[in-house]
């Protein structure tokens, strides 16, 4: 077979692995990109050259059934992510088409001929490298894998996409039987530009958006769980007083029946008028008593809900907070959705283990502060070096999600420490974030 084929088949599909993997939220294993690689190279050597440019759309077929396989936990997202980088690479090749049009007078038959080579390789070079900056940018800047994208939204984005690049590739379906003439290749490239950019346009107004309406959420639930935290004071204090006002009659009522020494009429007025009081002013007292120390507002809402949520489903709750803890050097939103993250985990495992265990320790120190989240847990194939990745968890498919925002979310934050145990059917997060000076 000749080596110029050779050639061009293995650039063309390496490009395009590059350009529909770079952007992805979550970054695809080597041995993935190797797979994928042989199979596309396979596929360009034994199918496309009889079905032409047609080949393109079955590419991106067999690209989109690999993320939809390997990118667990953001498959929508991730093919979004990946057409976004074709796009981006279709609009590259026509501008150095038209580069090489306009300064140097090679046309198109030139560069797929004479020039292939060295015209590949300055696509691949900067294909990749602009793909590589827009998966930093959607990555590290904009945390495109933590927005809580509306799912109808995100297959309408997924779709639109879909659709406009079959039109592309149609499009140069077209322009190939031309013979891509100058004015078909300008007109083009003026098109995709267009298009890129009121596509980048739109789409990051609608990340922008989501983000707003995000952390606006997230304030909203904060101040409903502090208000809740709000009332359940108030409560507290309207049944101690209208307890202590009753206490006198109370004891009078007692003395009556042991006057009378009619002991089973204490025994019933005791266990059904007096006992349910105390069981309920008891309970409402531990959950706002034992948060007392905590003197961060957002974390005490938090921390009361789940509380309350441990009660009601009755598990074995200890709660120590033993020092006031006012100041952690961690944005509020981020700490109080890796804290809720690991506090639902430790709910929803403790509550069908055996023990049904949960403790919530926060120990405010001199320069850090500690929280350190443990519960029973009866699960026992429990892969530690595979806890944290997309897509992993014992509690069956599409799971998984929570652990992995949460390593992402401290990539922001380098001196923080996660340390992470399952020991004797014991499962333990202990969290240490220095303290504001």
Known sequence: MNVNI????????????????????GKPRLLHRGILFAVLFFMSILVFPRIGQAGTIVSLSIIFIFLMITQKGHRLLACICSLCGYIISIMINYILLIGADRLLGLEVSALATTYLLPFSLLFMAVSGIATWLLGYFLRNKIKIQDIQFNRLNILAICLNLAICVVLFVFNIIYGDRLGYPAEVVSFNGILFIVYFVLSSVLFSFSIFSIKKEEAAKHKLERLEALEGYTQNLESLYNQMRAFKHDYTNILTTMSCFLEEKDYEGLHTYFNERILPTGQELGQKSYSVGILSNMGILELKSLLYTKVIQAITQELSLSVDIPYKVERVSMDMIDLT???????????????????????????????RCIFLIKNSCDTENLSMGRLGTPGYSTKGENRGIGLSNVNKLLEKYPSALLNTEYKEHIFSQKLEIPCER
């Open 6 to 25: 050779l050639t061009n088949a293995v650039l063309s599909m390496a490009t395009l692995i590059l350009v529909c993997t770079n952007p992805l939220p």
């Open 337 to 367: 959705r890796i804290l809720g993250i690991f506090l639902d985990n430790a709910l929803e495992a403790a509550a069908i283990s055996d023990k049904r265990e949960l403790y919530i320790g926060i120990l405010q120190e001199e320069d």
